[in-house]
């Protein structure tokens, strides 16, 4: 996976987690899938970010059998998390915004 | 809720470490087996893909340390780690151990206990809200405690204070029962007035009677939690109930909250009553001393005192006092009794016990200091031991704070269990002492007896946390100051004992100085105590009081037997003489005084004026070996009808009869008339306290006295030890009054010893606070001299194959230690002279700079030294030159 900005893998993962309880290996897909597999979250990344999720409150967890019968460490966002994923987004967009309006202003320098 | 989520996700990391990491493992194989399982699914091929989804995976042990060390708490994590590490290095050296834990144990438990004495006897306040506002009344003459107010008094008073002022009386009754049982001694505090109103105490269970019930006299109860709990389980069960006092039946209507145990001082309350509720003999007493009108005073205080003085002054300035005496001047005081009122007549326990309990306190933190200084020492030579584990940690890369934070978990872990250790022995010891006491210090025990509350806890783990930081930082320090190179090569040469070890162990030795001769003044009060009691031979003389009080024979019966007990005593083999007196000598309280009336001192107000002036028998100055200096002994013609004589001490007849004969004198006691006349002049004779100087007394002769009073007092002097006498003495009383009350049957140095009890239990405990420090000090100069020696070994080896005899390898050796010694005396000096300034109020006949004391301790610390590096000093002489030089 690509370098991403600080901060945007948290968001990644707590957008993933509004959509449903997920466990840690299902929303590694599921970033994949959406992103048609140009984010692949590494397992280093991917756990010490829920650790950190659930330390600042913004992600709990509980053990629940999965599907296939095996337990599995189930995440939910809490309610803190989505706030946080509202401020997150916000400031990303901002980011973002900033970001492609100098590529573009360099873009049109080019040509 | 987020911090919320997040402090429990962090206390279970905390709590749980070990299922945190099993859980994680369990969430990273479940990872692995879910992307083995795509990875096939995808490629179609199984035999790679465990390999594959590890691949994919990266470091799983980095990636467990990755999670785990993140967020604010982890500086947690690595703690409990320290501890685990810690306590493993501390098991591999079990004597280390051992010795360690016992030292700080002994350490903080004496602390512990001495603490909790002073927390529950001068820092404990009455469990009322707002403690500080109670005041007791008292008309005091000159500032005495004295809370007389007749009923009509009290009634003025109470209407001036409108409802707020109500009155008390503690007394321990005999008789009581409840659900049949009799109790031992309930304190039950008769109360009259809005008194829970007033001290504003609720209910845990049940009401509190009010000023109207308590004023009708209804036959209602209140009683503590802690009865309630021992007698019904819980507080509410005892409503309704009923106990019985002096036969009439009281009906529980509410209990206390835990936290009141009443009002009197070192006395949990059992129940209270209304006043007039009581049996008619009982209600009598309440008009009696101990009975105390309570109040608050608020931040209206000025205006309440006020009102209340006017309100006095107008009825009651100069009325009776209670008991018919006439009372001059009586002005109205206010006593703060936050910390509880004094019971009774007894001895002011806060008073005469803080002091000594505040030395002691100074004392066993001194002794901890020493304590700790050997564990810090010992800490030390262990970190040197240590240091090529220490060197490869730091080259590992471990940073250097981690380490010095590694060695300071040691040293807590060691203080922690010092300290658990120390409750240990404080529970222990405290019951022990307090079931232990001397006699004469009974009054003391429940204050002695621990109680393992919140602030002795907290005092402990503060205690212990301080030692840790004692002992602890400065050898964590050092120890890791070295630096790699230094230390891996481990040169020998660079070895010497530093600065600070034996810095240390000089202020061991100072401080066990100021122990010592802190101890030394204690045992020289001790003695110039017991000496300067007036008369002699106190081993030879037994002192014997009888009591009618409360007994069938009445108080004409006890005086009429009196000539017939003296022959009887007189009668008992090995007894030498026997006379007859009114006063025991030295026994707190009773001491009859009265207001000296001569001719040329009238203007002398009454304080200044009043003796003590008791009768006694012929032959009483003999018997109790006071000289006779001027004059003469009472004899068998001063009886009534004769001349009214009386005998004076010499320190009387100093300041009345300044430069003259006083004999043949006439002097009186004011509004009596004068008309006794001096025959002779004692020496002076202490009566009731030993510190305080020989009071002016003046004797009367007993034939010649009207008033008997209840009690008679003798005094037996003994040719050989008296305890022999006491079977045949019993007898002789029970033969002549079978029933009577025998209040003192005790050799004279029995009642010195109890009087003497508080000097000499500081005495001993001071002592064995010494001892210990020197103990203390002689291993940790013992351990640096060890050290030194064996550290040295290469450069005696030298110095003795240069030619230096063994007897100047033990010079210098000894020498040094003796340096070391001799600073430690120079140091402890001043210390020692501050440590005996603030014993000077318990001192008596010795000044705070008396040499003695710590020449005597200097000199001790010197053998004791000495003996201390004679060991090392040996075993530096046989030093090999050849092996010691090849050594390296």
Known sequence: ?111 | MSFLDAARYRLRALFRPGAADREREEEFALHNSLAEADHAHATGDTSDAPHAARRDFGNVTYMKEETRWTGPMRWLDPIGQDVRYGWRALRRSPVFLIVAVLSLGIGTGANAVIFGAIHSLVLTKVGVPNADELRILLNAPDGVLRAFFSPSEEVALRAARGGELASFRAQRVRGAEVNGVPLADPVVDAVDGPFFKVLDVRAAAGRLFDESESRDGVPIAVVSHRFATAHFVTPAAAIGKTVKIDGAPFTIIGVTRPEYEGLSFGASYTMAVPATALAAGRARDNRGPGTFLVTRMRRDSAQVRASLEAVFNACCANGELAGGATSGNRRLGFLDISHGVNEGKKVDVRARYSNPLLALMAGVAVLLLIACTNVGNLLMARATARSREIAVRLSLGASRGRLVRQLFVEALLLAGCGGLAGLLLALWGSALLSRNLPVGMENLGPFLTLRMGAPVLWFTAAVAFACALVFGVVPALRATRRGVAAGLRDDRGARRTPRIERGIVALQVGLALVLMSSAGLLVATLKHLAESVGGSNPETLLVVQLDARGTPHSDTALHLAVPTLKARFEAIPGVQSVAESYVVPLIYGGLPTNVLDLAGFEQLDDAQAEVAAFPVSPGYFATLGVNVIAGRDFNERDVIGTQRVVVISENLAQQFFPGRNPVGEVIGFRGAGRGLQIVGVVGDAKQTDLRSPAPRTVYLASAQATDFGDRAVFAVRTTADPTIVIPAARAAILAELPRIGIRHLHPMSDLLSITVARERTMAVLSIAFGLLAVLLAAIGLYGVMAFQVSARTREIGVRMALGASQTQVIRMVLGQALALVAIGVAVGVPLAFVGARSLRALLYGVTPFDPLPLAIGAAVLVAVGTIASLVPSRSAARVDPLIAIRAD
């Open chain 1, 1 to 111: 996976m690509a370098d991403l900005l600080p901060g945007t893998l948290d968001m990644l993962i707590l957008r993933t987690l509004t959509l449903a309880e997920m466990h840690g290996y299902a929303i590694a897909q599921h970033i994949a899938r959406v992103s048609n597999d140009a984010l692949q979250i590494e397992k280093g990344s991917l756990y010490p970010a829920l650790e950190r999720l659930q330390r600042s409150g913004w992600v709990v967890s509980k053990w629940a059998q999965s599907p296939t019968g095996r337990r599995a460490r189930y995440y939910r966002i809490t309610a803190s998390g989505r706030r946080a994923l509202g401020d997150e987004v916000s400031a990303f967009k901002a980011t973002y915004d900033a970001v492609a309006r100098v590529l573009s202003a360099r873009l049109k320098s080019e040509t």
